[in-house]
């Protein structure tokens, strides 16, 4: 393998302050340096991105009073992905007297993501989703509640008790516009100034440090320089490298990926999550799937057909002659096992030949028990845009019939490497929400993204990143800076380059083949040689697309292909570092499932001996070098993760 990458120094987090675990957030607070507020207004902060994590990161520094601007590529900030979040986000409130507790989401959280996430960082988040919670009830989101008000929860995979807090099928809707009218207030208050339809193209560092970005007006071309005295990344996940997945069309990795490549750290880039609840793939052309929440486990009950080959419809399999595999293997867990362990068990099913549907790529998700228990009016009354929607997009009914449903790319734990101020390996530059790597190991728990956005944006990196500021205000950085130039040089270049090509293939065209090989040989189960296959054609693919890729139009309009295929480029330099980590961590760890490393019974099998780290790539043009952060655990005992 040394060929591949080379190891360089380890990298250790500075900033998570000692002690007794539950008043290091509190202590990290105190010692952090503050800015007063009349010098916050000399201060200016770049934010990438609008979802939950920039939303709530912009309304809340425009709110303490620093300049700030914005930065999406939808026309508003009120259609980031995250408005696509269904089932819900977690806080350990306990309001259901079912023995939950800051530590156990501490716990749960650790444990979910298979021992491979920083035990300060996470006890943190625990604390701080109290809050989050108190925070959108003040600002009027319509969270569901019980018959007597009080705010309603359900359960989400990998826990026991009741934590996720929801509103219908859309929370993360109802929270984005919680963030988006607090956004829009700051807006209007002159310390947030907006750029939707902008795509940030490159990072701008001066004397090692990042003073702003390069973005493209995506509706007239023109190349903008905007400087500030921090740069905050909440650029969201990168699982479209698959192409196929539950994202967002236009989720791309181009944010981070240029911070990478000007030096920020990228952290566990292999670690991806499969969602088992997703609709089916339904022919060749299609170009994105859905998912289905995993709120549906409360109720629904995943099964297959005992008997390989079996063609009968659902309704005529008698129950004898169902096997519902997730309560057979995890009697404690049933159908609510965390998100990894239920995609592998619907794959070995299938891959015994026992799948539903199409190609015997499903398994049934059924809510028959759930109907007659409980009635159709409060099975609607909770799931009803998610069976109106997978009724829209596959014509069956589920309250007749049960849905299908198979694992998809949903979400990705890498990201940049950041400390416990959330602050990358490039001083200046913070990175939030799905963008960074640091809260959910090699596994994230159900409900716990929206926490983790909300949390790094209208609680933790508002407190951290006034230490950073505290040195400032910075030098203004005028256009003519050489920094600046070359930032934008390098921008312009890559447009040319990617205008003049004027090849015969589209920009999908080479999007669709890099995800078929991602899914092929990094997706569900990696080995030792596909990945290092998939390698050598990402390699081919990728000089292939520099030749042969057509891009129309011109760059002074609003161009899509041009859009896709800055992005593409960028997806081909990612994909390929993902297979190189998941090449050199030969173990199993969570999401990340190495066949040569499971248990006699075919669970995800950790080496702890060898791989209890965080591995951060340092890019280099060639071979990535991999830095090691050490994982120790104080609060939380290591052990073989069972849900049985
Ligand atoms: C279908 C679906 C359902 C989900 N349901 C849940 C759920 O119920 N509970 C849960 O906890 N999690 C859920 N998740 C996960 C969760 O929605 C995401 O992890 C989370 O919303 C990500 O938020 P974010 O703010 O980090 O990024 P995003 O919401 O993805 O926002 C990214 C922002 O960055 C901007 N951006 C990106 N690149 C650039 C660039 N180069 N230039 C300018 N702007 C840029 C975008 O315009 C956008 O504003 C779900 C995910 C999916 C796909």
């Known amino acids: 393998m040394s060929e591949l990458f080379t190891e360089g120094t380890s990298i250790e987090d500075d900033k998570a302050p000692a002690g007794p675990i539950a008043e290091r957030w509190d202590k990290r607070r105190f010692g952090g340096k503050l800015v007063n507020p009349a010098n916050r207004r000399k201060m200016s902060v770049i934010v990438v991105g609008t979802g939950l994590a920039g939303g709530s990161a912009a309304a809340t520094l425009g709110e303490l009073g620093y300049h700030v601007k914005s930065f999406c590529y939808q026309d508003s900030p009120r259609r980031a992905h995250s408005i696509a979040a269904q089932g819900g986000i977690n806080a350990a409130k306990n309001y259901r007297n079912d023995g939950d507790s800051i530590q156990r989401l501490f716990y749960d959280t650790v444990k979910g993501g298979d021992y491979r996430s920083r035990e300060s960082n996470v006890y943190r988040l625990a604390q701080v989703s109290v809050e989050i919670i108190d925070q959108c009830v003040a600002q009027g989101v319509p969270f569901a509640r019980d018959y007597g008000g009080l705010l309603d929860t359900r359960s989400f995979g990998g826990v026991q008790v009741s934590r996720t807090f929801y509103a219908r099928g859309q929370t993360g809707q109802q929270l984005l516009l919680g963030a988006y009218q607090a956004l829009e207030r700051q807006v209007a208050a002159g310390t947030v100034e907006m750029f939707a339809r902008?795509?940030?193209?490159?990072?701008?560092?001066?004397?090692?440090?990042?003073?702003?970005?390069?973005?493209?007006?995506?509706?007239?071309?023109?190349?903008?320089?905007?400087?500030?005295?921090?740069?905050?990344?909440?650029?969201?996940?990168?699982?479209?490298?698959?192409?196929?997945?539950?994202?967002?069309?236009?989720?791309?990795?181009?944010?981070?990926?240029?911070?990478?490549?000007?030096?920020?750290?990228?952290?566990?880039?292999?670690?991806?999550?499969?969602?088992?609840?997703?609709i089916p793939q339904s022919g060749e052309h299609q170009s994105k799937l859905t998912l289905m929440s995993e709120s549906l486990r409360n109720d629904g009950r995943v099964w297959v057909p005992v008997k390989k080959g079996d063609t009968r419809k659902p309704g005529d399999i008698p129950e004898d002659e169902r096997d519902y595999y997730l309560e057979r293997i995890y009697p404690s867990f049933g159908n609510l096992v965390p998100r990894d362990i239920a995609s592998r068990a619907a794959k070995n099913v299938c891959d015994e030949g026992r799948g539903v549907g199409p190609g015997g790529l499903g398994v049934y998700l059924d809510f028959a028990d759930a109907i007659a228990r409980l009635g159709r009016d409060a099975v609607a009354a909770k799931y009803g845009n998610l069976f109106e929607m997978?009724?829209?997009?596959?014509?069956?009914?589920?309250?007749?019939v049960p849905m299908r449903i198979y694992p998809a790319v949903h979400y990705t734990m890498g990201g940049l490497w950041v400390d416990y101020d959330l602050q990358s390996t490039i001083p200046g530059l913070f990175v939030i929400g799905e963008a960074n790597f640091s809260d959910h190991g090699a596994n994230r728990l159900g409900a716990s993204a929206l926490m983790q956005g909300l949390a790094d944006g209208y609680f933790v990196l508002p407190n951290t990143i006034s230490d950073y500021l505290a040195k400032g205000p910075l030098?203004?950085?005028?256009?003519?800076?050489?920094?600046?130039?070359?930032?934008?040089?390098?921008?312009?270049?890559?447009?040319?380059?990617?205008?003049?090509?004027?090849?015969?293939?589209?920009?999908?065209?080479?999007?669709?083949?890099?995800?078929?090989?991602?899914?092929?040989y990094c997706g569900m189960e990696r080995t030792d040689a596909g990945l290092r296959k998939a390698i050598d054609r990402i390699r081919e693919l990728r000089?292939?697309?520099?030749?042969?890729?057509?891009?129309?139009?011109?760059?002074?309009?609003?161009?899509?292909?041009?859009?896709?295929?800055?992005?593409?480029?960028?997806?081909?330099?990612?994909?390929?570092?993902?297979?190189?980590?998941?090449?050199?961590?030969?173990?199993?760890?969570?999401?990340?499932?190495r066949a040569e490393s499971q248990t006699p019974d075919g669970e995800a099998l950790r080496d702890d001996e060898r791989f209890a780290y965080v591995a951060a790539w340092e890019y280099t043009g060639h071979a990535p070098v991999l830095h090691k952060e050490n994982l120790e655990y104080e609060y939380v005992k290591m052990t073989q993760r069972s849900y049985k």
């Not at 009724?391 to 007749?400: A, K, Q």
């Not at 800076?481 to 999908?508: C, F, M, N, W, Y």
Request: net charge negative.
């Open 543 to 593: 000089q292939e697309f520099w030749t042969r890729v057509k891009v129309p139009g011109e760059n002074e309009e609003l161009n899509q292909n041009l859009e896709k295929a800055g992005r593409i480029a960028d997806f081909f330099e990612l994909a390929e570092l993902m297979c190189i980590d998941a090449l050199h961590r030969e173990e199993s760890a969570g999401g990340h499932f």
């Open 475 to 520: 030098p203004k950085i005028g256009d003519d800076h050489e920094a600046v130039v070359e930032a934008r040089e390098s921008v312009t270049d890559r447009i040319e380059k990617l205008l003049s090509i004027d090849g015969d293939r589209t920009p999908d065209s080479f999007h669709r083949e890099l995800g078929a090989v991602m899914w092929e």
């Open 390 to 400: 997978y009724e829209r997009i596959t014509g069956e009914d589920p309250f007749e």
């Open 198 to 278: 902008h795509e940030m193209l490159e990072l701008i560092m001066v004397d090692g440090v990042a003073r702003g970005i390069i973005a493209r007006d995506m509706v007239t071309g023109e190349i903008e320089t905007h400087t500030a005295d921090a740069v905050v990344l909440a650029s969201g996940g990168y699982g479209n490298v698959f192409f196929l997945s539950t994202n967002a069309k236009g989720c791309n990795v181009t944010a981070t990926w240029r911070a990478h490549r000007k030096g920020a750290l990228f952290a566990n880039p292999c670690y991806t999550q499969i969602h088992p609840t997703c």
